[in-house]
């Protein structure tokens, strides 16, 4: 089982950035994509971005799209998440998730919140105006 652990997180102005991270211990596997989701209160947890296990392949919501910016260094087992102009409606506890499929050194990265495990405890954000 692997564990995952976001960190990160805090209260920034609008128009700031922020870097999340998630770093994974236990039975880490880097063959798998990875993804970062998003939970507003009051709100359904959502796709924010996902990065395929080499880090060749992202894809992003479009609310996000030009603004935050997801890498991974698989070496450290760690996932990023840049978030830059940040808006207040990106304030959200932010998860980051192991694609558990078994899409192993795949290039698809799926947006599909039932496709992904081992989720962390998340990191809360908060944008303020």
């Known amino acids: 089982q692997v564990q995952l652990v976001e960190s990160g997180g805090g209260l920034v102005q609008a128009g700031g950035s922020l870097r999340l991270s998630c770093a994974a211990s236990g039975r880490t596997d880097s063959r798998n994509g990875m993804g970062w989701f998003r939970q507003a209160p009051g709100k359904e947890r959502e796709f924010v971005a996902g990065?395929?296990?080499?880090?060749?392949?992202?894809n992003y919501a479009d609310s996000v799209k030009g603004r935050f910016t997801i890498s991974r260094d698989n070496a450290k087992n760690t996932v990023y998440l840049q978030m830059n102009s940040l808006k207040p409606e990106d304030t959200a506890v932010y998860y980051c998730a192991a694609d558990k499929t078994g899409r192993y050194y795949s290039r698809y990265v799926s947006r599909r919140i039932g496709d992904y495990g081992s989720w962390g405890q998340g990191t809360q954000v908060t944008v303020s105006s």
């Open positions: 990065i395929s296990w080499s880090g060749g392949t992202t």
